[in-house]
């Protein structure tokens, strides 16, 4: 079982910055799992972000967030960044970290088997 817990979030106004975190703590290391970012805004259904392949190597964005956005990974020590810069108002939602069996993931939320409980982000403007 991969229990991940994220933090980071808070309230900021637009055109600050902010990096979530999230804590992946398992029997075993996740270091060699594909691992994502999502987002639910209130009212719409949850949306991919920004995914990382096991290696660091592989990155891919949601459109809007593209320049903005960054994902990196900590492999030794099982934590995944979101480095979000410019934030706006549409990126207000609750974050979430997920993380899949597979080596490479990718945008879509059924190849995740753990999630976190996720982290509010609120961007005002």
């Known amino acids: 079982q991969v229990q991940l817990v994220e933090s980071g979030g808070g309230l900021v106004q637009a055109g600050d910055s902010l990096r979530l975190s999230c804590v992946a703590s398992?029997?075993?290391?996740?270091?060699?799992?594909?691992m994502g970012w999502f987002r639910q805004a209130p009212g719409k259904e949850r949306e991919f972000v920004a995914a990382?392949?096991?290696?660091?190597?592989?990155?891919n964005y949601l459109d809007a967030v593209k320049g903005r956005f960054t994902i990196s990974r900590d492999r030794i020590k099982n934590i995944l960044y979101l480095q979000m810069n410019n934030l706006m108002p549409e990126d207000t939602a609750v974050y979430y970290c997920?993380?899949?069996?597979?080596?490479?993931?990718?945008?879509?939320?059924?190849?995740?088997?753990?999630w976190g409980q996720g982290t509010q982000v609120t961007v005002s403007s």
């Open positions: 997920a993380a899949s069996r597979q080596a490479v993931a990718g945008s879509r939320m059924d190849t995740y088997q753990y």
């Open positions: 398992s029997r075993r290391t996740v270091s060699n799992n594909g």
């Open positions: 990382i392949a096991w290696n660091g190597g592989n990155t």
